[in-house]
């Protein structure tokens, strides 16, 4: 089992949709939990990071946390054709290791 | 506010050279950590610096080795160059003792030929 597993995609969603994205994670132990986006041939920019169970909304993006089930997600409201990137979940276990998935594609299509 | 800055930007070695890449982290931040990511993957952990000791490492060999300064800047070393070590490397600084949220640089993209 992967510590940090995402669906590679592509998630195509059209303009406007909402878009969600799902992460999994092995180590029971993780305290935080974090949201990268990445453009093509860019580095990765921090979106938005949780640490209690439960939903934390930043604009338009709204990040979900279920400790018990081990499992983030992130969903985009009102996607729009710029938020074309891959989304890479990151985890700090209880090593103090920030682990990350290896993203998913998403794709806005006008 | 300085952000994280990376140098070089891009680097072509051949296979059994040394490299070193360079990271500034971003103002006010004391930890760096250093992350491989190779095409379609993750970033990958290989090590984190604080107070100019390696905090943490992860599953890369000793070829990989690092360094932090007094000003919390920071090298990555890597010796013996494979094929495989071509790459995106990424540099992150965050705050020890805050909500370690890191923030990353720009990147170093190394091809081994």
Request: neutral net charge.
């Amino acid at each position: 089992q992967k510590e940090v597993e995402q669906n590679s995609g592509p998630l195509s969603v059209p303009e406007g949709a909402i878009a969600s994205l799902n992460c999994t994670y092995s180590d029971r132990g993780s305290q935080s939990f974090f949201w990268y986006r990445q453009y093509s041939g860019k580095s990765p920019e921090l979106i938005m990071f949780i640490y209690s169970n439960g939903d934390k909304e930043d604009g338009r993006f709204t990040a979900q946390l279920n400790k018990a089930s081990q499992y983030v997600s992130l969903l985009i409201r009102d996607s729009q054709p710029s938020d074309s990137a891959t989304y890479l979940c990151a985890v700090k276990q209880s090593t103090d290791k920030l682990i990350f998935g290896t993203g998913t594609r998403l794709q806005v299509f006008p | 506010d300085a952000g994280v800055t990376q140098s070089p930007t891009h680097l072509i070695k051949t296979r059994g050279q040394q490299v070193t890449l360079r990271c500034s982290p971003k103002s006010g931040h004391d930890t760096v950590s250093w992350y491989q990511q190779a095409l379609g993957q993750g970033p990958q952990f290989i090590f984190q610096y604080y107070e100019e000791e390696e905090r943490q490492r992860g599953n890369f060999p000793d070829r990989f080795s690092g360094h932090q300064f007094p000003n919390y800047s920071s090298e990555l070393n890597v010796n013996a160059l494979l094929l495989g070590d071509s790459a995106l490397y990424l540099c992150a600084s965050s705050l020890a003792g805050g909500l370690d949220t890191q923030y990353f640089g720009p990147g170093t993209r190394l091809t081994v030929l």
